[in-house]
């Protein structure tokens, strides 16, 4: 038969032609997948342009565009950065630690947070890969349990990032609501490579990635999946908790410029407003050094103020008193989860 280049295949298109032509030749900017890898004679080639091709890189296609279109799964290009982020000084010190410590050749599997809804885990992501200036890799194990060979899937993903020649950051969010019971292969597998990263024993020789994974909870990975939170899996676990009270202006301060309400924090003082949240909400407080809203209650009250202004509304103090008891805090409305959830942070480095 006729020998065809096929350019940039995916692995369906490997699998059609493979099928119809054995003497088929493809070109890529990645290895095949190793389920492949015995069909193939492989010759690599000089490219100047990581993951792009001249072309792509003369179109002016963005690196994570081509990720997400050779992994299947999202990958996004974050323009946040820790200026976009208040408090986490513990979070924004390992970073800065880590930043340093990178560049003399150290390697980090990974960091593990866990906390209440609204603190902000997911959004420290997003902040962490514009820091470091990595594609947002979102690893998102219900989507890949759906899959036909889900094992398979995954051991795709980690085979392509690591001939890419470049750093990613991967996200795994909510993670207790992905892994299953000590049973679940596919758990044990993301497990297995986690433990091996960087390790002489480990498959991935080349692979850069920094991994983050967020729980909200800690109870079914504590009852299934203990093993995940063992130290060797994650070098940090931390915990996000509500902003402490030493630290809340800062939220204030970023919120209200962030939606243009600088004059209405003024105007009512954000000492003033702090104190007016704290003592409408004071009784059923469960923390007297953090303040009673999460970071995404702050930003809602100010998003809601927003709403009121856009709407003809003129900001005043009577308007931002009512939307302190309209932006009822979780740990109000979920009391009891709340108190399970903060009883865990004493296994983790608190934020």
């Given at each position: 038969?006729?020998?065809?280049?096929?350019?940039?295949?995916?692995?369906?298109?490997?699998?059609?032609?493979?099928?119809?032509?054995?003497?088929?030749?493809?070109?890529?900017?990645?290895?095949?997948?190793?389920?492949?890898?015995?069909?193939?004679?492989?010759?690599?080639?000089?490219?100047?342009?990581?993951?792009l091709?001249?072309?792509?890189?003369?179109?002016?296609?963005?690196?994570?565009?081509?990720?997400?279109?050779?992994?299947?799964?999202?990958?996004?290009?974050?323009?946040?950065?820790?200026?976009?982020?208040?408090?986490?000084?513990?979070?924004?010190?390992?970073?800065?630690?880590?930043?340093?410590?990178?560049?003399?050749?150290?390697?980090?599997?990974?960091?593990?947070?866990?906390?209440?809804?609204?603190t902000?885990?997911?959004?420290?992501?997003?902040?962490?890969?514009?820091?470091?200036?990595?594609?947002?890799?979102?690893?998102?194990?219900?989507?890949?349990?759906?899959k036909?060979?889900?094992?398979?899937?995954?051991?795709?993903?980690?085979?392509?990032?690591?001939?890419?020649?470049?750093?990613?950051?991967?996200?795994?969010?909510?993670?207790?609501?992905?892994?299953?019971?000590?049973?679940d292969?596919?758990?044990?597998?993301?497990?297995?490579?986690?433990?091996?990263?960087?390790?002489?024993?480990?498959?991935?020789?080349?692979?850069?990635?920094?991994?983050?994974?967020?729980?909200?909870?800690?109870?079914?990975?504590?009852?299934?999946?203990?093993?995940?939170?063992?130290?060797g899996?994650?070098?940090?676990l931390?915990?996000?908790?509500?902003?402490?009270?030493?630290?809340?202006?800062?939220?204030?301060?970023?919120?209200?410029?962030?939606?243009?309400?600088?004059?209405?924090?003024?105007?009512?003082?954000?000492?003033?407003?702090?104190?007016?949240?704290?003592k409408?909400?004071?009784?059923?407080?469960?923390?007297?050094?953090?303040?009673?809203?999460?970071?995404?209650?702050?930003?809602?009250?100010?998003?809601?103020?927003?709403?009121?202004?856009?709407?003809?509304?003129?900001?005043?103090?009577?308007?931002?008193?009512?939307?302190?008891?309209?932006?009822?805090?979780?740990?109000?409305?979920?009391?009891?989860?709340?108190?399970?959830?903060?009883?865990?942070?004493?296994?983790?480095?608190?934020?």
């Open positions: 038969a006729t020998k065809q280049l096929i350019p940039f295949p995916t692995r369906e298109e490997i699998i059609s032609e493979l099928k119809k032509n054995l003497n088929s030749e493809f070109i890529s900017t990645s290895l095949p997948p190793k389920e492949f890898e015995n069909f193939f004679i492989i010759k690599k080639l000089e490219n100047s342009y990581g993951l091709t001249k072309q792509q890189h003369e179109a002016k296609i963005e690196e994570h565009i081509i990720l997400q279109q050779s992994l299947g799964i999202s990958v996004v290009k974050s323009d946040l950065t820790f200026k976009d982020l208040a408090g986490a000084k513990k979070l924004k010190e390992w970073v800065a630690k880590f930043k340093i410590a990178e560049e003399k050749g150290y390697r980090s599997k990974g960091i593990f947070s866990v906390g209440l809804p609204g902000g885990k997911t959004f420290f992501a997003q902040c962490l890969s514009g820091e470091l200036n990595r594609p947002l890799v979102i690893l998102n194990l219900a989507f890949l349990q759906a036909e060979n889900p094992i398979q899937e995954l051991n795709n993903i980690f085979e392509y990032l690591n001939n890419t020649n470049s750093k990613q950051l991967i996200l795994i969010d909510e993670i207790e609501k992905m892994v299953g019971t000590g049973e292969p596919l758990t044990g597998r993301l497990m297995t490579i986690l433990s091996d990263l960087y390790s002489s024993a480990g498959e991935y020789k080349k692979l850069d990635v920094l991994v983050l994974a967020t729980a909200n909870n800690l109870n079914s990975i504590l009852d299934n999946q203990p093993a995940l939170l063992r130290r899996r994650f070098d940090e931390f915990f996000q908790n509500t902003p402490r009270t030493d630290e809340v202006e800062e939220y204030f301060n970023l919120y209200a410029k962030k939606y243009k309400l600088e004059t209405a924090l003024e105007m009512y003082g954000s000492t003033q407003l702090i104190k007016d949240i704290e409408e909400y004071e009784e059923i407080n469960p923390q007297s050094k953090n303040f009673i809203y999460t970071p995404s209650e702050i930003a809602t009250f100010f998003k809601k103020l927003d709403f009121e202004r856009l709407s003809g509304e003129t900001i005043s103090k009577d308007i931002m008193k009512s939307s302190i008891k309209e932006i009822v805090p979780i740990i109000k409305s979920a009391q009891d989860g709340v108190k399970k959830i903060i009883a865990q942070k004493e296994l983790f480095v608190e934020i």
